[in-house]
C-alpha cells in the first residue's frame, strides 16, 4: 500500500478536510493537458504496469459471483413498505419480521412469568409441519448428547428421543430456522395437549418454578451464554420435577449455546426449502391446482434456489396459492425474492439490536461475498472506524478486539462460513470464506446503503478509495465491485464521488479501479456507460484516454464493433497529436492490448454459443484496416491477441489458435471466412519490419504449446498453408520450425529439435533429409506489403 500521503483524508478529522476531500472530480481538462503533465515531475511517472488481458482475467476471478448472475438486474422496488407477521399464524414467535423482536421486561416477584400458547395455535402449525431428514450417517445435527434417537429421524427424531426420556431438551440453531415451530412440535409428539410459554429472561434456577403438572413448556430465545451458562445441576432439577409432575420442557437457544459437556443438546436445521414450501401449500386453496405443477415453475424454482429464513418460505407459500387463485401474477412471484431481501436488509439497518459495529460488518461482508473471512472482517474494522467518525465525531474510533465470536457474528448476518481454495500468484490457497445464505442480499444491502442512508456516503467513499489502493488484486476489484453496484443505483453521485475522481488519478490503480468499476456497471445494466467510455477515449486528459481504453478490454466485448471503432479513433487521434501523450508512453501498445482483449474475447464467446457470424465479423475487417495510420495498431493487436491461453501463467492452448482450429474451413462459411482474416493478419505481423520479430515468437509459443496437444497442432496444421503463399514464405516457415529447439533444462541433454515443429514442416514441405539445408542466415522478413 502506498504511504500516508496517498490515503484518502478520513471524514470529520480536526483538520478541517471537507468529507469528500480527494473523492470529487478534478477540475476539466483543457487542450494543453499534456503539456502541463511536466510539473508533476517525476512524481507523476507511471511505474506500475498491467497486461490488458490480465486486469480482465483479475476482474472476472475476483469479482462476487453475484455480479455476472441474472439475479444481479432488478427493477426497482415493489416494497411499499414493511410487512409484519406471517399469515395464517405458522412460524412466528422467533422470526424477526420487519425489525420488531418480542422483548421481555423482568418486572416484580409479582409479574407473571409465563403464558398459555392456545392448542389451536400449535394445531395449525402440525398442519403445515416438515421434518427435516437426517443429514449423513455421522448423525450431523445432533449436539453432544443426544444419541438415543435413531440417526435416520434427523434431528426431529434424535431431539424427540431425549424429550421423552428426560422430559427436558436443549434445541439450538438460528432464529430464522424455526426452531420455536419444532420445539412445539416436539411438545406435541411427546404427549403434551396444553402448552406454555415461559420468560426466557428467569435466570436458569428459577425456570424450575414455573412449571405446570401434564403441560408442554418452552423457553424460547433463551440466553445460554458464557455470562449466564446452563449447569448440570440447573437441567437435572427441570428433569426431576418434570418427570414428577408429568411435563415436558423443550429450551430453545442460539447456534452457540454454552451448555454443560454430556447434555441432550440438538442442533436444529430446517428442511430443504421446496419441502417446506410443499408442506405449507398442502394446508392452501389451490384452485385445483396441482401442487408438483405449482413447484416446478421457474419463478418459484428462482425463489427456492437461495436459503431464505422459514418465514419468508411461509409467506411465499401465501404467494404461490394466490398465483394459483389467479390473484398473483408470474412476474409478482418472481420478484418475491428481491422483496424478502430489501425487507431484511431494512430492518438491520433500522434495528437498534445492531451496533455501528455489526453494520460496518455486513457492509463489507456484502462488499467481500464469498471472499474469506479474516479479510471481511479486517476491512470492515476500517470501515466502522470512518463511520464512526461521522456518527460521533467527537470520540475516537473505537474497535473491539476481541469482542464476538466469529461464528456469532456470521450467524448474525445470516452468512455461513466454508472451506475453498483461493487463486493466488503462488497458486491455490485453502480459505475460510464466508457468504449470505441468500443469494440476492448482498448486491440489495450495497444498493440500500448507498441510496438509502447518504450520511453513510462519506464514510463509504473513503473506505472505497481506500481499497482500491490495496496491495491486494481481490480488495481492489471489491472496491471497483461495490462502486459498480452504486453507480448502476445512482449514477451521477458514483461518477463524481467516487469513478471520476479515480479515472483522473495519476496512479494506474486508482485507474484501473474506475475501469473495473464503469465495465461491472454496464454487467449490471448501468446505463451511458458505452457512451462515457466514448467521450473519454479521445479526451484531451490522457489518464481518462487510459481508463477508457483498457475499460474496453474489460467491458468491449459486450459492444464489440462500438468498442472497435472508438479505439480506432483513439489511434488516429494519437497519431495526429504527434504520438503518444507524455507521461503515457505505451498508450500505443495499451490500445493494441485492450482491441486484442475485446476481439478475443468477443470471438470466443460468439463461437461458444455456435455464432459464427457474429465470431467472423469482429475479425474479417481488420486485414483492410492495417493499412495508413492504423497498421500498426492492428498488427499489434494481432500479436497481443496470440498470447492468452486456457490455462494458467501462459500453459495450455492459445485461445486464438482454438478460435481458428474450431472454425469450419468450408470455402463459404463464416468459419472459413474467419480463418482466412487471420491468415492474412499473421502475413501481415510476420512481413512488418517492427512486429515479425514478436510475430515470430508468438508462433514459437504456438508451436511449443503444440508439442503436447493434438488438437492445437492440428490447427496449425491448417494454418501454415494458408501464410506460405510463395516460395519464400515456404522456406521461412520451413527454417522456423526446423530450427526450434527445446529448453535445454527439459531433457538433460541439450537442444533438441522439437518433434512437433518437424512433423509441421514436413507437412508443409514434404519429408526432408537431414542433408537438406534452410537459409544460412537468420530469418530476415520480406519487405512490408
Known sequence: MSGAQDQPPAPGEPDGTP??????????????????????????????????????????RHSPGF????????????????????????????????GTKVEYHVGGDTEERSGEIPAAEVESLAACFVKPPAEGPDGAGAGAGAGEGREADGPFGLALAALRRHRVVILSGPATTGRRCAALMLLREAGSRSYRAIDPGLGAGRLAGELRDGCGHLVADLAATAERPLREHHLRALSERLHATGGHLVLVTGPHPVVPAGTDHVRWRPPEPEALLAGHLRTKDLAGRDMAELLALPEVK?????????????????HVAGHARGTVTLAALGAFGHIA??????????????????????????????AAYPLTAELGDILHGFLQRIENPGLPARVPVFGTSSAQRVEKALAERYREPEET????????????????????????????HPSARPALVAWLRRLADDPR??????????????????????????????????????????????????????????????????????????TAVRAYALVGDAFPHEALRALTEAVRGMEARGGPARGWAEERQDLAQSAAALLLAGGQEAAGRGHWSAAADLWVDLPGLARGTTRDF?????????????????????????LFGRADPTPGTDGAALRQALAALWRGVLNDPVCSASGLNALRAWVAAADTDEGAEEALSGLLPLLAVSVEDHRRLAYLLENLRTDPGETGLGPLPVA??????????????????????????????
Not at 470464506?433 to 440500500?448: C, I, N, P, S, Y
Not at 496470440?642 to 486464438?656: E, N, Q, V
Request: with cysteine; proline share 7%.
Open 19 to 60: 468529507p469528500y476531500a480527494g473523492a470529487a472530480p478534478p477540475p476539466e481538462s483543457g487542450p494543453g493537458d499534456d503539456d502541463r503533465n511536466e510539473e508533476y515531475g517525476e512524481a507523476e511517472a507511471e511505474t506500475e504496469t498491467e497486461h490488458a488481458w490480465d486486469s480482465r482475467r483479475d476482474l472476472y
Open 67 to 98: 455480479m455476472f448472475g441474472r439475479s444481479a438486474r432488478v427493477d426497482g422496488s415493489v416494497v411499499a413498505g414493511d410487512q409484519h407477521g406471517v399469515s395464517g399464524g405458522q412460524v412466528t414467535g422467533d422470526v424477526i419480521l420487519g
Open 302 to 318: 428462482a425463489v427456492l434456489a437461495h436459503q431464505r429464513p422459514v418465514a419468508d418460505t411461509a409467506r411465499f407459500a401465501d
Open 341 to 370: 431481501a430489501e425487507r431484511q436488509v431494512r430492518a438491520w439497518f433500522d434495528s437498534a439490536e445492531h451496533t455501528l459495529h455489526d453494520k460496518a460488518f455486513l457492509i463489507a461482508l456484502a462488499t467481500f461475498d464469498e
Open 425 to 452: 500468484e503462488w497458486g491455490p490457497v485453502l480459505q475460510t470464506k464466508v457468504q449470505f445464505r441468500d443469494k440476492l442480499t448482498a448486491l440489495t444491502l450495497l444498493r440500500e446503503v448507498w441510496t438509502g
Open 473 to 546: 488484486p481481490v480488495v481492489r476489484t471489491r472496491a471497483a465491485a461495490t462502486a459498480a453496484v452504486m453507480t448502476e443505483a445512482d449514477l451521477p453521485s458514483a461518477m463524481a464521488l467516487l469513478v471520476r475522481g479515480w479515472a483522473g488519478d495519476r496512479r494506474m490503480r486508482a485507474r484501473l479501479a474506475a475501469a473495473n468499476a464503469l465495465a461491472l456497471a454496464h454487467h449490471l445494466g448501468a446505463p451511458h456507460i458505452s457512451r462515457i467510455l466514448a467521450d473519454w477515449c479521445t479526451a484531451p486528459d490522457h489518464r481518462l484516454r487510459w
Open 634 to 658: 492492428v498488427l499489434r493487436a494481432m500479436v497481443h491477441a496470440c498470447g492468452p491461453t486456457d490455462g494458467p501463467d501462459g500453459y495450455g492452448r492459445p485461445l486464438l489458435l482454438d
Open 756 to 785: 512437433v515443429a518437424l512433423r509441421l514442416r514436413d507437412r508443409l514441405t514434404g519429408p526432408r533429409t537431414p542433408a537438406a539445408a534452410g537459409p544460412s542466415g537468420p530469418f530476415v522478413p520480406s519487405p512490408t506489403r
